[in-house]
């Protein structure tokens, strides 16, 4: 693939695919692949990694956190469950919109919780919003604990963000989804690795073994989910795009 931007031109030409595009600069399709490229270059560079919320380290692609917000907002979810914790600013970034929106709680999985960032997430002034749980999220033990937190009538959401292997986000898919209510969504986030097998941290294998993959792979088998980019809630533009990290991430409960 090879795009040239002529900026004296005003033009965008991607080449790709045994054909060549030319479009003017600034137009929709010009922004579309213009932004592949970004986003690419952007996870090469380690760009999510420059971000914080209320004191915590978030990596997360901006767009993605504040569609995500639209989605909390839209579904009003009871408990938002979260494999993967890392540094803990996803959590406290979920647990900020429960604050906002006077109703939520977040639950936290990951096989390791190092010591720093449990005192760091413990110690923050929304911890009262969060519980904690370590082990392995595909863990019978673990998922039946989850299942526990969660009262009879609760709203829930479940985002995937641990393990990215395509069989491990299936193993997620398939120990969490029975949790999803209808009207709400199981997200298996970081889909990205599908499109950055060529890029320099990135690997081969993550043409097929991705999360992107995975979600496609379950949804064939469970018809009361579906692939569903959620709906802007707003939108004075053409675009239609996310530009995002999770391609093919939500998996929306419709039965």
């Not at 090879?2 to 054909?19: F, P, Q, S, W």
């Not at 490229?37 to 692609?61: A, C, D, E, H």
């Not at 803990?88 to 979920?94: A, D, E, R, V």
Request: charged share 20%.
């Amino acid at each position: 693939m090879k795009l040239t931007i002529d900026t004296e031109a005003k033009t965008v030409v991607y080449e790709g695919n045994g054909g060549m595009e030319t479009v003017p600069l600034y137009s929709d399709r010009a922004f579309d692949l213009i932004a592949d490229q970004w986003v690419k270059v952007g996870w090469n560079q380690k760009y999510s990694y420059t971000f914080s919320w209320m004191g915590r380290p978030i990596i997360q692609l901006p767009e993605d956190m504040v569609r995500t917000q639209e989605v909390i907002h839209r579904v009003q979810p009871d408990v938002i469950v979260e494999t993967g914790v890392a540094h803990g600013g996803s959590l406290i970034y979920y647990a900020s919109l429960c604050k906002a929106l006077g109703r939520g709680r977040v639950i936290g999985i990951d096989i390791e919780i190092r010591p720093h960032n449990r005192q760091a997430i413990e110690s923050h002034p929304l911890a009262g919003y969060i519980t904690l749980i370590e082990g392995s999220s595909t863990d019978p033990a673990i998922v039946a604990r989850v299942q526990r937190e969660i009262r009879s009538g609760e709203t829930v959401l479940v985002l995937l963000d641990s393990n990215h292997t395509r069989q491990h986000v299936l193993d997620e898919l398939t120990a969490y989804h029975s949790l999803v209510t209808p009207g709400s969504y199981i997200v298996a986030t970081d889909g990205i690795m599908k499109d950055l097998q060529d890029v320099p941290r990135g690997h081969s294998s993550w043409s097929w073994d991705n999360p992107t993959d995975a979600a496609a792979e379950f949804a064939s088998e469970h018809p009361e989910f579906a692939i569903e980019q959620p709906a802007w809630l707003f939108n004075e533009s053409g675009l239609t795009r996310n530009l995002t990290h999770w391609p093919g991430a939500w998996l929306k409960r419709i039965g």
